[in-house]
């Protein structure tokens, strides 16, 4: 994909949601870290369900440290591996209050050191609480930089560092939370809608599993159907 191809790509996701946001409720950057720590292998929807009812009652790590482990529990026994989340959320809480008073790092190196948080779960923070234009690998967005050849890679951090290259400057802050959507409603794991797909015609993956005799013409099918706009903005 050149350069052109992705800031044609980008510019489409910021035409159909041009301030995208993470899916997990949160009100303050502790609660989204307590919810990114949960949502591993979890949706977020389930999350969701549980923070609910968790966060009106303990909202600070204090107040998570107060609930114990049997008390935490009881908010998120329904989201899956929650034994180990709920031991690393407390000793979470504790090194915060130890060490930060209370509060979240804005500091990858600081989150890093926090139990249960990898880059990934500090690249999220630090770009959906703090802006910074981080890339977050999760297996969406693995999964859609490879097929549409905007970053190859066989691990995320190669994946993490192609996207840092690839993706345009302006189109950085937000570029995560688009590939990620895209990934988890249209371009699917098992079945990627490609006949709903906004930027089917910049996708390699698309490209490769056309019929052979449609496989190549295909912008200049597009561009010449009768009574067809070339795709701007989304389609
Ligand atoms: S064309 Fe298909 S494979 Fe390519 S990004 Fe769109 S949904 Fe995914």
Redesign the pocket.
Known sequence: MNERQRRELFERFKARNPRPATELEHSTPFELLVAVILSAQATDKGVNIATRKLFPVAHTPAQILALGCEGLTAYVRTIGLYPAKVKNILATCALLVERHGGEVPPDRDALEKLPGVGRKTANVMLNSAFGEPTMPVDTHIFR?AN??GLAHGTNPRQVEDGLLRAVPPEYLLHAHHWLLL??RY???ARK???P?????DL????AR?LPAATALPLARKQASAPGRPRARGGR
Not at 196 to 200: D, G, K, M, R, Y
Not at 203 to 206: I, K, P, T
């Open positions: 859609v097929r549409l895209h990934g249209t371009c699917t990627p809608n490609c709903a797909c906004p930027v089917a996708c390699e993956y698309r599993n």
